[in-house]
C-alpha cells in the first residue's frame, strides 16, 4: 500500500530543491538519487526563489545557516508557498542554543511549512516540551517510548494541528501526524545513530516523496519514514566482516537505491491510530 | 597514446586549486588524489590568488557560489591567467536561474578559461541554444545523440573558437573540441547518473590532467573524460550483490585510483573528426 | 595502556563541537561518531559560544574559512577557555599564504589552545622552521625522519613550551610532545596520503579524547594519534581486490569504529622520550 508513493517518485522523478547543511549535504543528494528523485543545492537567496520554482518540493535544513543561506531559505519558502510546492522543515539541533531559536522563529514566521520533522528533542523543544540539549543528538529521556506513546502522539498532533502542517518524529519510534490521524513506525536500526546525517537524509526523502505525491502528504510522509527504517535494516543485514558505521551509511543508501515498492509493502511496520 | 597523459600526472603529481562547491567537494579531491593529483581547495578572496599561484591548475564550479566566493574565482582566475596556468570552468547549472547566467557572465568576462566543460543543458545554454531547465542535471532532449552528433560538434566548435578555449559537453556521449579538431568518447554508464557530483569530478580530473600536459590541452581534456568514462566502467563490472549507487560511487572514484594507463588506453572508445 | 583512553570516549560520549572545513566535515563527523563521541558543527558567530558550552571539546579546523566562521572560533575558543573545556587547532595549510598567517596569528593570540596539531609543513612554519609551500599536503623534506627525529623533537618541545600546549606532527612518524615529555608513534600507513582529510579526522579524534580524558591530555592524545595509525593499519589489511583510496578512507573509519581497546594496546608502536 505505501509501496505506490515509491512507485510514484521513481516515475515522476521530482526536482528537490534543498537548503541543508556542509555536514550531510552529499548524502542527502545521495539519497534522493537513490530513491528516483533529483536533487537541487541552491542557497543563494538571489537565486533560491527562482531554482524552487523549477523544483517539485523544497527542503529545508537548518543545520547550519550562515545570515544569507536564512535569508535563501525564505525567499525560496515564500515561493514555494505561492506555488503550492511541498516544503519540509528539519529543525536541527532546536533547542540548543537561542539562535536555533531564533532561526526556527524567522523560518515558522515567513514560511508555511508542509512537514516539520525533527528528532525527540528537537520536536520537544519545538512543542515547548523542554527536550535535553543534546547538540544535533536527541537525548536519550527525551525519545518517545511504548510506554509514553499516547501523550506523545497526543503532543505531536496538538503541534501539528496549531501549526497547520504534518509533526514527524524520527527515532527508534517514528511517529508522524497531521492532527487527525497519526502512525507510528517500528522499522530501522540501532546502528543508524553511529552515521551522522540519517535524520538529514531522512528530511531529503520526505521531501521527495511529497514532491511525487503532494495529494496524499501524510502517507507519502509514512512511505518516506519507513524507506528510510527498512533501509537501515536491509543495510544491517547486508553488512559483512570489519565493516563499521561508514560502510553501513553506504549500505543504507544503496538499500535506498535497490528497494523496490513489493520490498517496503513487505517490511513496514506501521500502526495507525488516532492523534 | 591517451594514457601517457595519465602516466604525466602520476609523475608530476600537480597541485590543483579548486573553488568548488559544498556537495560534491569531497569527492573532488578524492578523485583528484586517486588519478595522481594534489587538491587544495581555498575560496576567501583574500588567499585565493596567492594559493593558485603555487598550484599548477585552477579548477571553477560554480555549483554553489557566494558573493565572496565569486570574487576569489576571479581574483584567483586573473592570477592564473597571468601565470598562464591553466582554467577549468564548470558552469553547474547555468540557464537555470538569471543569477547564474549573471555568475557566469562575470566569470567568462574576468577570467580567459582553458576549457570549459558542463552537460548538454549547461553547454546548450552558453551556447544560446536553449537548454532545458533540468537544475543541476542534464535534460534528456538536451543530449548529444548520434542522430544530431554533427550538429552539436558544429556548434560547440563555433562556441569554442568564439571563446578561445576548449569546450567540452559530458554526459553518454562525450565531445571535446578546441574549435578545429573534434573528440568522440563512447565510454561511460548510465549508472553515473544516480551518482551526485560526477560532472565535479570530471571538472577536477580535466584540472589535473592540464596542469600535468599544458602543453597538450585538447589530448590532456581528452584523457581526462576517457578516464572518469572508463572508470565508470569499470565500477560497474566491479558491482557486488546488493550495492547500489553510493558504493558505486565508491567503485568510481576506486577505479580511477587504480587504473593503469594501459588500462586506458586499451579501453578508451575514441573518435576524432573536425569541428 | 593507552587502550584505557579509548574506552573512556566510548563510556563518556564526550560532545565535540567542530568548527571546520566543508571538504572534510562529514567524514570528520563520522570518525568521531565511530571512536564514540557525539560531534556537533555550527559555525554562526552568534551560537558558537552557546554551542560549546555544552560540548566537552572543540575542535578548530582552519581549512576553508569565512570571516564569519572566523569569528565564530573566536568566540567559541574564547568561552571554551572560560569553561575549561580542551581545545584543539589544525592549522591547515599553515605557511601557504599570507591570509593563512593572519588567521592563525588570530587564533593564537584569542585563544588558548590545549593541543596544536598539523602535518610536518605546517608545524614547521608555526615554529618558524621555514615549511616547503605544499598546499594542503606536507611536503617530503619537511617530514621528520629517523635521522632528524631529535632535532625535530626539541624544536617541537620548544614550540610547545613557549605556546604553552601540547605539540603535534602526523605524518609517516607522529610525534606530539608538552615540551618535557615527547611520544614517537611508529603506526599508520602510506595509503592514508591519497586520502583527502585524514589529518582533520586526526584532530577530531584528539579533540574526542581530549574530552573524555582532560586530565591526561598528553597521553589521551598520544591514544587518539595512535587509534588513527592503527585503523590506517587494519584498513589496509582489509582491502579487497579492486578497492582504491575511497574505500580505504571507507574501511578507515570503519576500523575505528570496530576497533576495542586491546585492539590498541596490541598494536601500538610508541616510545617515550625527553622533549
Redesign the interface.
Known sequence: MFGQYLTKVRSKNP?V?SIT???????V??VQ??CGA???????P??TA??TA??QALNINM??????VLAGMVAAGQRSNDLGHPVVLDPV?VG?????T?VVETLLREIRFTAIKGNASEMRALMGMGGH?????AVEADKPTEANLTDFIQALGAFAKAEGCLAAVSGPLDLVTDGQTAYVLRNGHPKME????TGCMLSGLIAAFLGAAPEAPLEATVAAMAMMGVAGE?AWE?MQA??????Y???L??????MRAEDLDARIRVEKCKA
Open positions: 526536482m530543491h547543511n556542509f555536514v550531510t549535504v552529499n548524502d543528494a545521495n538519487l537513490a533529483s536533487p537541487c543545492m541552491a542557497n543563494h538571489a537565486e527562482d531554482m523549477i523544483a543545520g547550519n545557516p550562515t545570515d544569507t539541533a540548543t542554543t537561542p539562535y536555533r531564533f540539549q543534546g547538540g544535533v543528538d553511529e552515521v551522522t546525517g536491509m547486508r570489519d565493516e563499521g558505521n561508514v560502510t551509511r553506504n549500505r543508501i544503496d538499500a535506498v537505491n535497490l
